[in-house]
């Protein structure tokens, strides 16, 4: 069996997955991308799994591992906070991870390009909800209050980068409070029924099958998407992989790539089974919760110049929002692997 390190609550860890800023440099190194005529080989794997959103992708794969019908050996951590993440991929504990794609440029910067992007894994999870109120555009939200997560992190840039892309000056047109960790939101409408929240996966399924009035106004994907015209995606998870185990095992990278896809896409047409592998293996709670939260997770799988032009992009709009976010610098091209 594959251990678990200490979990904490899923909120508190998604915040976390959201949040994380910090500051690094431009670098030069560049990662071993892929050789189409090298044989693939298996080899061990340390894949680490960030508890929330990102870690759906992953369920399946787990199973599989567990089962022992995977080509690579995988031995699977799910910490509940980035540190632990970064700790594990600067001290070579952690080969493979799948992390928050903020998090994904930080460790970029933060280990001097010790890190490649393999593909994105999980679109938006952000959705704006109304306690029954009726909007047909963004901008109809002129006026309202608007709760959410993030404050100086990734839910704030993107939520200003919508309201900005309506038309709405977030700090004059609307109202902005926020909260600090993901379960405040579910009591928002206690103190505030007029409020328009906007919450994360799968935060926004619980207010949804708590309040009979809920309703979806927004997907914050979508938004992004009519905003940006193409020059960028909302892409806010992916699975990185640690330079030095690139460039020693590029086969069992590619095998990676192929389960990976495969869970992903087992992910996104058995959504019931997945759902009682998150309850299983502790990424969230109650496998009720899970299957009705995965489909408005954003599953995907990105890879590739498609994945280079979105995320670099996106990263590009964190970076105007606050360079922090992304490490203090916009990442190089040898951050794309593939592209």
Known sequence: MKKVRAIVSLLLALTLALSLTACGGQTNSEPQQPDTQEEPT????????????????AMNLWAAADAGETENTYHITMPGANDEVVAALSNGEADIAAVATNLAATLYNKTSGGVTV??????GVLSMLSNGQEAATVSDLKGK???APGQGANPEYILRYVLTGNGLDP???VTLRFVGEGSELLTVWQSDPEAVILAPQPVATSILMQNENARTLFDMTEEWDKIAGGDSTLMMGCVIVRNEFLQANPGAVELFLQEYAASIEKAQSD???TAALCEQYGLIPKAALAQKAIPSCGLTFVTGAEMKTGLSGYLQVMFDANPKSVGGA?????FYYGA
């Open 118 to 123: 393999l593909a994105v894994n999980t679109l």
């Open 42 to 57: 298996p080899a061990e794997v340390n894949l680490y799994v960030l508890s929330g959103p990102t870690g759906i992708g």
């Open 171 to 173: 700090d004059k047109d």
């Open 330 to 334: 916009l990442p190089g091209d040898n």
């Open 271 to 273: 959504v019931e089974g």
């Open 145 to 147: 209050t608007i709760y």
